[in-house]
């Protein structure tokens, strides 16, 4: 095995081009997806106020409203059709319109009636500017209510009781900033990493057949195809691992990210998806002779994990079939496991399933092992019978 | 008039060539003609629910009185939440979240009851799992809902003790009502989000994998001289680059009606744009990618595999550099301006606008702008690329 493995060092020393090229796309992404979700959440996002009554009162919700940090007033419109095209254009993601007559309402004990529109198109941004906004809301009819009720004389400890007899104390497991970098980068990243391993390893693979050096390749293997696959494996695994574990010490070390459990698991488990993931390349590139047509499906086949990992959609509210198909791609089980050993710091005993999973990975190996055998002898028969015709 | 003429016919020349190169290769059959069909139908398949509902979640009651109870009730009642277990004590909801089965606890403390019946705030503990953003959403969107409605229950009880009832009650509790309108993604979910930016997406990476496969492969074969008409040899590039252009725009203008007007359409997801104003939008963007894509392909790629090796992170940063996710007014300067190399960016930005927003030409006019400039830029790289081709293969022919 060692001199498949060193064969395949030789390989990638001579064009070290796309391990190169490769290596600086990981970096690449690691420095995007940290510098831009470094607020982690977005904040002073541009929303905007129709303001059709002018009064103290409305003025006075713009100005609430650009003091709270999650938010800032873009413009202050005069009507709703000039706030509708600047929601259209992309300028702002929610606007609140005060009605006309609303401080003489308010005045006259009648409740007037605001009315917020975000845009879900942007879903984040939507959201959490939605959010900022019905809060600001809630505080605004809060702050009337209490008004009106000291003028009738009720003490300050029943105001709050009236005004909010019942209130959630919410507690956002190991992300309660609710960071948005936390929530991408800790499944994306691996994703990344994992998925260009397994490119790389369909190219490393299906190259061989392009060169017309399958036979050389398992002739130094001593004709086993397991050593040969295995061989051809091992460099990359170590290479990819290794950037994935250097990724998540930066991240769960150096930038904090939570981590409740066990630090070996989660390295254990970052190792076998890259090899998990290697295995499928290998089942893949075996498969299919054709080198561009092997790099075609595993461009397909990969399109679509990040999606299966379930990390940005959850998988049960996916239709039925989806629930078993990700089971295929090993970043499933990856998510479940950081999900149980970083997020709930859960021991061995709750996640060897998915560690279980990521092994059986390994026996696509053993398929794409037969393949390849396959092709060695149909290879090496059709030698004999040359000779044979030779002579 | 008559050379004008001769321009054209050396189009239409490079055109047809190129389109049986298309079609001779099976690989790049398979990226033009499969993936744009087969990615969508998927997606859309995968995202129809939209939304989390009926999240599984564990409830721990030590109140055990009415208010407790209706809560919960009403909250099982929801379509977003639905109470699965009930549990003792924390620690025995805490393995269920565990292990996956809950994703949210609500914790009634002993004091619950207590606290309503002497007009003071009752507290309810609720721990979220935020593995998924849309388990948080879910849980609270259903459970606020239900609070808003007990807190308003309460409070007219409070009131009537206070001798307050009737519409002047209703008035006081609500000095101001407020009225919400979800626009253009009216669910709030994830796949009315999600797929117009993937169809764009999808469009604009087969057609950069096709051409630079093509690209990849006249190089091995060293044959990308052939791509230059022989006549042509000795003039000026831009029409081979426009004829190939031409070639890829047409197989594309089909596949675009489908991806971006009838798909949608199919799959009800937000639609206000029209059919002519997506098409004169994508006009340039087909342009850009086209001439950004021969651009890479020329200068770049050497191999007919390789382009596949970056494929798949370059998509998922193009995803996220398109301003979708993160907002282009939070995006760091640098990103921002760095997005703008590519066609995706004002692509999808325009696109979502024109179809899921309604906005027309005038309300995507920068974006639009944009696109133009990159389709020169780069027509202006890609035949600079062909020129530097024929000058390095005529030297190494000499």
Redesign the interface.
């Given at each position: 095995m060692l001199n498949v493995i060193h064969r395949e060092i030789r390989h990638i020393w001579s064009e070290p081009r796309?391990l190169v090229?490769?290596t600086l796309?990981?970096v690449?992404?690691f420095v995007?997806?940290a510098?831009?979700?470094s607020?982690g959440q977005?904040?002073?996002?541009?929303v905007g106020v129709v303001d059709l009554d002018g009064s103290y009162l409305s003025r006075r919700i713009c100005h609430e409203l650009d003091a709270t940090p999650g938010v800032k007033v873009y413009r202050v419109y005069e009507n709703h059709t000039d706030a509708r095209?600047d929601?259209?254009?992309?300028n702002i993601?929610a606007f609140y319109e005060i009605p006309k007559g609303?401080y003489n309402e308010?005045l006259q004990?009648?409740?007037?009636?605001?009315?917020?529109?975000?845009?879900?198109?942007?879903?984040?941004?939507?959201?959490l500017c939605?959010k900022q906004l019905?809060t600001m809301?809630m505080l605004?009819?809060g702050a009337?209510?209490r008004e009106?009720l000291r003028k009738k004389g009720?003490g300050e400890?029943?105001i709050?009781?009236?005004?909010?007899?019942?209130?959630?104390?919410?507690?956002?497991?190991?992300?309660p900033w609710?960071n948005?970098g936390i929530?991408l980068m800790t499944t994306?990243i691996p994703a990344?990493i994992a998925?260009?391993a397994l490119?790389?390893t369909g190219?490393a693979i299906?190259?061989e057949r392009?060169r017309k050096t399958l036979r050389q390749w398992l002739d130094t293997a001593g004709g086993n195809g397991l050593i040969a696959l295995l061989g051809k494996l091992l460099p990359y695994t170590f290479w990819y691992a290794m950037l994935a574990l250097i990724a998540n010490l930066i991240m769960f070390g150096f930038m904090d990210f939570p981590m409740e459990g066990s630090w070996l698991l989660m390295m254990l488990s970052t190792i076998l998806l890259i090899f998990a993931a290697q295995c499928v390349a290998a089942l893949i590139a075996c498969c299919i002779p054709?080198?561009?047509?092997t790099?075609?499906v595993?461009?397909?086949y990969?399109?679509?994990s990040?999606?299966l990992s379930?990390?940005?959609?959850?998988i049960?509210?996916?239709?039925e079939?989806?629930h078993s198909f990700s089971w295929l791609y090993p970043i499933r089980h990856y998510?479940?496991n950081?999900?149980?050993i970083a997020?709930?710091g859960?021991g061995f005993d709750?996640c060897w399933p998915q560690f279980c999973a990521l092994l059986a990975f390994a026996a696509m190996l053993l398929g794409a092992t037969l393949m390849i055998q396959w092709h060695y002898r149909l290879e090496l028969r059709h030698d004999t019978e040359g000779k044979e015709v030779a002579a | 008039m008559n050379r004008h003429l001769l321009h054209f016919f050396d189009i239409w020349d490079v055109l047809s060539s190129e389109v049986r190169r298309v079609f001779k290769d099976s690989t790049v059959l398979l990226i033009f003609f499969f993936a744009p069909l087969l990615y969508p139908i998927i997606f859309c398949f995968m995202y129809k629910n939209e939304n989390v509902r009926n999240l599984p979640v564990v409830v721990v009651d030590e109140a055990r009185c009415d208010e407790s109870k209706r809560f919960i009730h009403k909250m099982d009642a929801t379509p977003e939440i639905s109470v699965d277990f009930r549990c003792l004590n924390l620690d025995e909801a805490e393995r269920l979240m565990q292990t996956g089965d809950a994703h949210a606890i609500f914790y009634f403390p002993k004091d619950f009851s207590q606290r309503i019946a002497t007009k003071r705030t009752a507290h309810i503990g609720v721990f979220c799992d935020m593995s998924s953003f849309y388990y948080y959403k879910a849980a609270l969107l259903g459970s606020n809902a239900v609070l808003i409605d007990e807190m308003h229950t309460i409070e007219l009880l409070r009131y009537a003790a206070d001798g307050v009832t009737g519409i002047e009650a209703e008035d006081q509790m609500q000095p101001i009502a407020y009225e919400e309108i979800t626009a253009f993604n009216p669910t709030g979910g994830y796949g009315s989000f999600f797929l117009p930016v993937l169809l764009v997406l999808v469009l604009h990476q087969t057609l950069f994998l096709g051409i630079c496969l093509l690209c990849g492969e006249a190089y091995e074969n060293k044959r990308s001289l052939l791509l230059i008409p022989a006549r042509l040899r000795n003039h000026s590039t831009y029409r081979v680059t426009l004829g190939r252009a031409l070639c890829y725009l047409l197989i594309y203008i089909p596949i675009a009606i489908l991806d971006l007007w009838f798909i949608p359409r199919w799959f009800h997801l937000p639609q206000l744009g029209n059919l002519y104003t997506i098409l004169i939008f994508m006009l340039p963007f087909f342009l850009s990618v086209i001439f950004f894509s021969l651009t890479v392909g020329n200068f770049f790629v050497r191999q007919k595999i390789t382009p596949m090796l970056c494929f798949v992170f370059f998509s998922v940063l193009l995803f996220f550099l398109t301003g979708m996710v993160w907002p282009q007014s939070n995006m760091p300067r640098f990103w921002l301006a760095f997005s703008y190399l590519f066609p995706s960016t004002p692509g999808v930005q325009g696109f979502v606008r024109i179809s899921s927003m309604g906005a027309n030409l005038a309300e995507v006019r920068s974006e639009y702008l944009a696109l133009w400039i990159q389709a020169a830029a780069y027509f202006g790289t890609s035949t600079l690329s062909m020129k530097l081709i024929r000058k390095f293969k005529l030297f190494n022919a000499q």
């Open positions: 796309y090229i490769l796309g990981i690449l992404s995007l997806f510098t831009m979700t607020e977005p904040k002073r996002l541009p095209r929601m259209q254009r992309g993601f609303t308010v004990f009648k409740s007037p009636r605001f009315v917020l529109y975000n845009n879900s198109a942007y879903l984040l941004a939507g959201t939605y019905a809301g605004a009819t009337v209510q009106v009720v400890d029943e709050m009781g009236l005004i909010q007899p019942v209130t959630f104390e919410t507690h956002n497991i190991s992300n609710i948005y929530y994306l990344i998925f260009i490119m790389h190219y299906a190259s392009r054709d080198a561009p047509l790099m075609s595993c461009a397909l990969s399109a679509m990040f999606s379930g990390f940005s959609f959850p049960d509210s996916m239709p079939f989806f998510f479940l950081y999900r149980t997020i709930y859960a709750q | -």
